[in-house]
């Protein structure tokens, strides 16, 4: 089965086709922004144009509107090319990264919004310790449970904690999708935002 994996949740935009976990050709620019006018020509530039049985997509947490660009991309292939079209979790992919040769604990550590980071703890598995959160620097701190962090923030995370912590300069990368579980893997596509709105209603 072949497999379009689109990643638009950070300051990098990738796409990958894979045939089965073998990698057939990848895309990945650091773009900071434009992801909406980037996106749909890194995938026509894949082999067939990126056609696929199946498409994974990130759900965050990460860049709300970067996320919502990859959702869109995928599920309008998907109608288009009646793939299925599974989701996720953005950290997971980071901490998945990090697992080679061996399985480690590890902390990662993204950019949010706000001055905030997302933090999240990832045992030697493939499942999450806890719920992904968005914490001040120092409140990220004294949520990290492991020496090893990896992200975006982790080097800053890295420098508040102290004590010999790895700091492992990481973004999400679609050309690594093949290293999640598949029960990382989600037919729910809401995404991922790891805060709550920023905008209440009156009397809220």
């Known amino acids: 089965m072949r497999t379009?994996?689109?990643?638009?949740?950070?300051?990098?935009?990738?796409?990958?086709?894979?045939?089965?976990?073998?990698?057939?050709?990848?895309?990945?620019?650091?773009?900071?922004?434009?992801?909406?006018?980037?996106?749909?020509?890194?995938?026509?530039?894949?082999?067939?144009?990126g056609r696929a049985e199946r498409i994974v997509v990130s759900l965050g947490p990460g860049s709300f509107t970067g996320v919502r660009i990859g959702i869109a991309a995928a599920r309008a292939l998907g109608i288009a090319w009646d793939a299925e079209v599974l989701g996720y979790p953005t950290l997971a992919l980071v901490a998945a990264r990090t697992w080679q040769p061996d399985p480690r604990p590890v902390t990662v550590c993204m950019n949010g919004g706000h001055g905030e980071w997302?933090?999240?703890?990832?045992?030697?598995?493939?499942?999450?310790?806890?719920?992904?959160r968005s914490l001040a620097p120092r409140d990220?701190?004294?949520?990290?449970?492991?020496?090893?962090?990896?992200?975006?923030?982790?080097?800053?995370?890295?420098?508040?904690?102290?004590?010999?912590?790895?700091?492992?300069?990481?973004l999400p990368d679609a050309s690594k999708t093949y290293l999640l579980h598949e029960t990382r893997l989600t037919s729910n596509l809401a995404p991922i935002y790891g805060r709550g709105p920023d905008a209440k209603l009156p009397g809220q």
């Open 118 to 132: 997302f933090v999240q703890n990832f045992a030697d598995s493939s499942q999450a310790e806890d719920e992904v």
């Open 140 to 170: 990220a701190a004294a949520a990290c449970l492991h020496n090893v962090i990896a992200g975006n923030r982790a080097r800053e995370l890295a420098e508040l904690i102290g004590d010999g912590a790895m700091a492992l300069d990481l």
């Open 4 to 49: 379009l994996a689109i990643e638009t949740a950070s300051e990098a935009c990738s796409v990958a086709l894979f045939d089965g976990t073998r990698l057939l050709a990848s895309d990945h620019r650091v773009l900071g922004r434009g992801h909406a006018e980037r996106l749909i020509p890194m995938i026509e530039g894949l082999p067939e144009k």
